[in-house]
Each structure stands twice: as structure tokens, then as C-alpha cells.
């Protein structure tokens, strides 16, 4: 017996491009976190690999949870008319380790231009 395939949804592909959307920023936190964890520990010293250990987490946990949400809102549009998720504590999430991001490297750039 074969199955027929699930229609397409293609009403612009807004859900595939808000996922790929999500995969790069996590993928550029990764990398700004790797960055961090090579270079912030020279001038800021050690606690600043935590940081960075902080960024990949969250960026993993980033990368999953925008894949779990495209297959949500992919199942959603093609089976059902529900309400979608918003997912705002990913937004928050991500806002909040790039201003700690920020704020280390600032001070990285100030303890670089005003030795002690």
C-alpha cells in the first residue's frame, strides 16, 4: 500500500526561512563563542572561557529548538490551522548571551587600551 505524500505548504516558505534564519545565528554564536574562548582568556584570563562554554551551550540548545519548531509549524500548517508558537524565550535567550557577549568583549577592548 503506498502512501501519498503530505501536500506542500509553500505560502512563501516563511517557516523554512525563519528556520534557516535561526541556524545561522546559532551558528555565528558558536563561532563568536569559540572566538571568545581563544582569545578573551589573554587579556580578560580564565573565567572568561565560561562565557564561551555559556555561548555553545546555548547555541546547540538554539539550533535544536529552532529544528523543533520548524517541524511544529511545518506539521501545523500542512495538517492543521492552529496557533503557532512564538518562541520568546529563544529570542530572550539569544539577547541576553549576545549583550554578555558584548559587555565581555568591551571590556576586553578596554583592559587591552588601559593596562593595570
Known amino acids: 500500500m503506498k502512501i501519498p505524500p503530505s501536500p506542500l505548504f509553500d505560502d512563501g516558505l516563511q517557516v523554512e526561512r525563519t528556520e534557516l534564519a535561526w541556524r545561522r545565528t546559532s551558528l555565528a554564536l558558536a563561532v563568536a563563542s569559540l572566538g571568545s574562548i581563544r582569545v578573551l582568556p589573554i587579556v580578560l584570563g580564565i573565567w572568561s572561557i565560561t562565557i564561551g562554554v555559556i555561548g555553545l551551550v546555548v547555541a546547540l540548545a ?9 517541524l511544529k509549524q511545518s506539521v501545523s500548517l500542512t495538517k492543521t490551522r492552529d496557533r503557532l508558537s512564538q518562541g520568546a524565550i529563544m529570542h530572550f535567550t539569544t539577547a541576553l548571551l549576545l549583550a554578555l557577549l558584548g ?5 576586553a577592548v578596554i583592559a587591552l587600551r ?3
Open 62 to 70: 538554539m539550533a535544536i529548538n529552532s529544528h523543533r519548531r520548524y
Open 114 to 116: 588601559f593596562p593595570a
Open 103 to 107: 559587555i565581555t568583549g568591551l571590556l
